[in-house]
């Protein structure tokens, strides 16, 4: 009969404690990576498909992306640079999503003054002014319209 010591129990709970703290960063790891994609793909999604500068240059960070995946993966065959891999592989993800995020806010700049100006000129013709101007009383009816005719011409 094998007794445990004390040492033994806690060398355990230290293992499952390492464990259980592996997956949870393994989780936010994954969720992380799964935001990132989603919010890559709206941006192609709205920008990548258009005549623009902004559509060239996610094609090329896309491109370059891939170019610089496939050394990674050349380098990862020999073991001696497999660390240099995961990181050339992860860092020029970052440097892909930066890029991409940039993209995403200059094409926006450029679309938010001509939002603005719909929205702006939505609330000066609407017919018979809006509840809270005082020129009428507020309805439930009358909000509801009115709300589904502003977010109709804000799309």
């Known amino acids: 009969m094998s007794r445990h010591s004390v040492e033994d129990e806690v060398a355990s709970a230290a293992a499952g404690l390492a464990a ?19 919010e890559v793909v709206r941006i192609y999604r709205t920008h990548a498909f258009q005549p623009t500068k902004t559509a060239r240059i996610l094609w090329v960070a896309a ?6 995946w496939l050394v990674a993966g050349l380098l990862a065959t020999h073991p001696q640079f497999a660390p240099l891999a995961a990181y050339l592989a992860s860092w020029s993800f970052l440097a892909y999503c930066v890029v ?16 603005q100006a719909n929205a702006a000129g939505l609330l000066e013709q ?7 101007d005082g020129r009428r ?9 009115e709300g589904v005719v502003l977010g109709e011409a804000l799309r």
């Open 137 to 145: 009383s507020a309805n439930l009816e009358d909000l509801i319209g």
């Open 20 to 38: 259980l703290l592996t997956l949870i960063v393994m989780a936010v790891i994954v969720t992380f990576l799964v935001a990132m994609v989603t």
């Open 100 to 115: 991409v995020e940039v993209c995403d806010g200059m094409a926006g700049a450029h679309e938010a003054p001509a939002l």
């Open 126 to 132: 609407a017919p018979g002014g809006f509840p809270w």
């Open 63 to 68: 491109a370059c992306l891939l170019g610089v």
